[in-house]
């Protein structure tokens, strides 16, 4: 078996190694303001959830090469504010749009034509179209190397109505034709080829 020793090899070959190995990963969409106001969309997928009580989500963030934040970090840094957005894959291709290399302060929500809906906890737009839309409010960040890495806490949990039973609280994800990031340049994933297994009982073994 290869074995890297990850202290002897360059940052953009760590990057090339795990994220073609760490997959699929889903997409946070987020959407934010700067506290000018200013609109920002970006998806990132170094991104999960990490914990139910609080709830807890954790992004990493990567900063430009000269160290600066992008508007993503600096707007969630500076405001404490995001939505965190999920992607079906009618919405790929302006979520592709909006990872576009835009000189600072660009709206990329306008740029990508995005229809949009007002937030009731907080100050950035949710994605009218993302089947789930998580109000966030920035729990705790730290900055790591090149990335920014934070913790967003979930306020509000958005979610369309044909996705759930609203009596059982039953989500029909398949159907919401979540996409995934893979490998390399563009590649992404559907959720539609499972498994299932049953999680083991010490008692039935």
Known sequence: MMEFDFSQVAGPDRYKLMAA??????IAW??????????????????????????????GLMRRPDGTYKDSAANILETGEFVVNLVAEHDAQAMNLTCIDAPPGEDEIA????????????????IATAPVSMECRLYNSMDAGQS?????????????????????????????GLIARMHGAGWYTRSTDLLQMARPSWADR
């Open 148 to 176: 920014t890495i934070v913790l967003g806490e979930v306020l509000r949990f958005h979610i369309q109505d044909r996705f759930i039973d609203t009596q059982k609280l039953h989500v029909d994800t398949l159907a919401m």
């Open 21 to 26: 190995s760490i997959t699929p990963r889903p």
């Open 30 to 59: 987020i959407t934010s303001l700067s506290p000018q106001g200013a609109r920002n969309a970006a998806p990132y997928s170094f991104f999960a959830m990490i914990s139910a009580e609080p709830p807890l989500l954790a992004i």
């Open 111 to 126: 740029l990508a034509g995005i229809e949009t809906a007002p937030s009731t906890a907080i100050a950035p737009p949710r």
